[in-house]
């Protein structure tokens, strides 16, 4: 059974706080009827977007414990990226608190 070393659980949380990242473009994109546009904003909202994941990644990677070997590698994997996913979630729902939109 593979064991995850810091390396790799450093790795799954940076994939886990991307997918968070990722779901609600998509989820919105599966929403809209209108065709897609590249727009140049895009690619510098990605290149923020991808240096905060790896903030994120590096300020969580501090607190996780590594799960023990015993645990089977399937549920390992699936335990480190989903505490990225939380991580970046954590992060969003504190920042829509604070940068609140004007209604």
């Known amino acids: 059974m593979p064991e995850i070393t810091p390396d790799i659980a450093f790795f799954l949380i940076f994939v886990g706080v991307v997918i968070r990242m990722i779901v609600p473009y998509l989820r919105k994109r599966a929403e809209s009827d209108e065709p897609f546009k590249w727009n140049h904003r895009y690619t510098w909202a990605t290149l923020f977007s991808l240096v ?3 903030t994120a990644t590096v300020i969580g990677f501090v607190n996780y ?3 023990p070997p015993e645990i ?3 549920v390992a994997y699936a ?3 989903s505490y990225g996913f939380s991580l970046e979630a954590i992060i969003v729902e504190v920042m829509e608190w604070i940068f609140k939109k004007p209604t």
């Open 52 to 54: 905060v994941a790896f």
């Open 79 to 81: 335990q480190t990226m």
């Open 65 to 67: 414990i590594l799960p």
């Open 72 to 74: 089977d590698w399937l």
